[in-house]
């Protein structure tokens, strides 16, 4: 989990990995409101994080333990994936919750190519793109960015029906409900932000003068 700030819920960091249509790897619903009821459902996946990775000392011999050629990072995405191969079945316990200071080492992300060939190289052939397959399941769409880069967004009449909810007029408080209800309603987001900015503003204390 990422923790909470100025009053803020706490948010997902990791909920298991999954796979985009590019093969790259990322935390499902990573941001999510750690509450959300999404957040709750058992799943199965391809591959988990080892912040948080629980198994027998002896399963981890068995497999050889982590890689020796990856350099911090990577290779917990391999002995998982060696796990799934001999049967195994990865689960993420949602009812456990560990906050995570995730990327703080230094360097964490210097040696991304190199690892990332590194798990083409060993696994590619074991790796099923399938963060569209959870999108589908929980009501989402998977979209292209104008940069190519895929990302969970609101079918058209499920945003819409969210818009007619909520409306043009509904106030800060209100908005922070819907958007706690509906992280990937981007246009709510965008204007809770301009009404906590504009109320942020109207609560300045004046400038003071100077004679």
């Not at 990577?74 to 994936?81: A, F, H, N, R, V």
């Not at 195994?88 to 906050?99: A, D, K, M, W």
């Amino acid at each position: 989990m990422y923790p909470g700030e100025n009053g803020d819920v706490d948010r997902v960091q990791h909920l298991g990995v999954v796979f985009d249509p590019f093969f790259y790897p990322g935390h499902l619903y990573e941001f999510f409101p750690a509450d959300h009821p999404l957040t709750k459902r058992r799943r199965s996946y391809q591959s988990l994080t080892g912040a948080a990775l629980m198994l027998p000392r002896s399963l981890f011999a068995e497999i050889g333990g982590y890689h020796e050629e990856y350099i911090n990072g990577g290779e917990d995405i391999d002995l998982t994936l060696q796990l799934l191969a001999k049967g195994y079945g990865l689960r993420c316990v949602t009812e456990s919750r560990i906050y995570h200071l995730a990327s703080q080492t230094p360097g964490r992300n210097d040696f991304e190519e190199h690892n990332g060939s590194i798990l083409k190289r060993r696994c590619l052939d074991r790796i099923c793109p399938d963060l569209h397959l959870h999108a589908k399941a929980d009501g989402y769409e998977l979209r292209l960015s104008k940069w190519m880069r895929p990302y969970l967004a609101l079918p058209q009449r499920r945003r819409e029906l969210v818009e007619k909810r909520y409306g043009q007029q509904a106030d800060a408080d209100t908005l922070k409900e819907a958007v706690l209800r509906e992280p990937l309603w981007h246009a709510g987001r965008a204007r809770l932000v301009e009404l906590l900015d504009a109320q942020a503003t109207t609560k300045q204390p004046p400038a003071r003068r100077f004679c």
